[in-house]
Nanobody, 121 residues
Framework: VQLQASGGGLVQAGGSLRLSCAASGRTFSSHIMGWFRQAPGKEREFVAAIRWGTGSTYYADSVKGRFAISRDNAKNTVYLQMNSLKPEDTAVYYC???????????????WGQGTQVTVSS
């Protein structure tokens, strides 16, 4: 399994970005795709997750109402639409895949390479 994250960049506060995570290899309906982020000097934290089969979504409280996770099964791609971005959203964003839902990054075995998101004030 390989995960390729893209879409990061520099944006002003209040702006939007859409991250993509393309997955190669076989996926199953029970698989969970998650987005995590890590700011300098901080631990990696859960942002959002989606289940491939049902499309069920999960969000960290800090991003609810601003971020939306979605997937395109035909393209094996998961998206993270980020709106109303704040400077505190600045981090490297990673996508990850696992067979069970968890908000603990240690539970995920497959990771993308990360994409930098910088929000200026």
């Amino acid at each position: 399994v390989q995960l390729q994250a893209s879409g990061g960049g520099l944006v002003q506060a209040g702006g939007s970005l859409r991250l993509s995570c393309a997955a190669s290899g076989r996926t199953f309906s029970s698989h969970i795709m998650g987005w995590f982020r890590q700011a300098p000097g901080k631990e990696r934290e859960f942002v959002a997750a989606i289940r491939w089969g049902t499309g069920s979504t999960y969000y960290a409280d800090s991003v609810k109402g601003r971020f939306a996770i979605s997937r395109d099964n035909a393209k094996n791609t998961v998206y993270l639409q980020m709106n109303s971005l704040k400077p505190e959203d600045t981090a490297v964003y990673y996508c990850a895949r696992e067979s069970r839902y968890s908000e603990n990054p240690s539970s995920y075995n497959y990771w993308g390479q990360g994409t930098q998101v910088t929000v200026s004030s």
